[in-house]
């Protein structure tokens, strides 16, 4: 199976990552996800901006995504350069060697009962 | 009627079925869906592929949707060649012989009210 | 302003109008509804398909949206020719004579904490 | 970095702001917001447009967005040429000079629990 369905670049304009959760860790800590699928047969290397309202986008940040593996990446472990600040605003650009699909998933549960919110990212022109 | 309308490939980069769910069964079950619909006048095969974090990838699945049909298909369901694990991170990729629409859908019951979410998949070129 | 934005031909794959609620009527009854933005100069004439699994679509049901107004239909409220049953899983098509958005929402307040989901619909190729 | 990722024109058909909020303001207060992220290396000026479903639309609404930055604007904070009113049906077009990209979320407290919707609004064809 060679599926090369995906896009070399993909945008998140949604994040937010709460600093407070309600319920057992890990599971059920506020979280924001972008879950990445290669289903090519050639391992993925994405890097990530990720940018902000008040000040300069940082980046990038590199992961590797296996060929025909998924990684569902929560953004609270992004640590090289640097954390991503929790209760700030940000956004997300993703740019892969190889055609990938990104899709956006938050979990809060600053209440006492959680939420959920997902959508497919924006997919670039190529 | 015969809308052509949709794609030959879909993908979803977000899978989860949480083991633990609140509330009456089967409604109330932690589950996730695809909904699919074929609005075409000829019967879908539909082929599932399911991605890993950690493991080779597995499928097909293969499922029948019918001429002006839709099939909201619970991942749960899934049985051959084998069950989706619980708790555990998947994506999915769908290969249709006719043009389909594929709508991913979470029933999250782990506290105790439910939490929803939805998004179109991905489409391929085809 | 005469924005063309948006496509002809719409599907939503996933339908489902739950039979319970909880909360004041009508704001909190559980509703699935289809968001329609015509931002032309020219009325609308929507016609809807409604897709089932175990039998023959319905439809269509026509509607219309006033040129550069919006439409959040709650399917609930879909008569004629019949209305769509409760507790049943469907998708749709919409067919417009002109160029609109559609977005997919629904509230469930089956348990006593209400669950929001959303997704932009599938458009077609025109 | 200067990523032309994104279009000129977006749409969001679903907008409703409830008047009713439960917890700490203004985290937890009801809102729709529309994420916007301008990963050029040029100023956006965006002008928005808000439809409504028994009257003329309203805008623009002009909003900067600095080059390489995001902005979650919340319709809340619409002023000029006049609020956006509460618990009504609406909906959103976004024209930029340059290519942003929009997300839609919403944050709705009127129960005791939170509930999230998030999906990528609709893209133009520029």
Redesign the interface.
Known sequence: ?D?T??KH????????IPSQST?PEP??TSHE?A???N?NNEDAEVKI?I????K??VGPYTIKVPA?????LRFNDLKDPEPIPLDT???S?F?SNVAI??????L??????????????????V
């Open positions: 199976m599926y369905i995906g670049q993909w945008a998140i304009a949604e994040g937010y319920g599971d059920m996800s879950c990445i699928l289903a901006h940018y902000f309202d008040d300069e986008p025909q593996r998924t990684l569902h605003d940000y956004a650009v740019i699909i990104v899709q956006h998933t938050r809060d549960s600053r209440q006492s009962e959680n939420a959920l919110l997902s959508t497919i990212a924006f997919p670039g022109n």
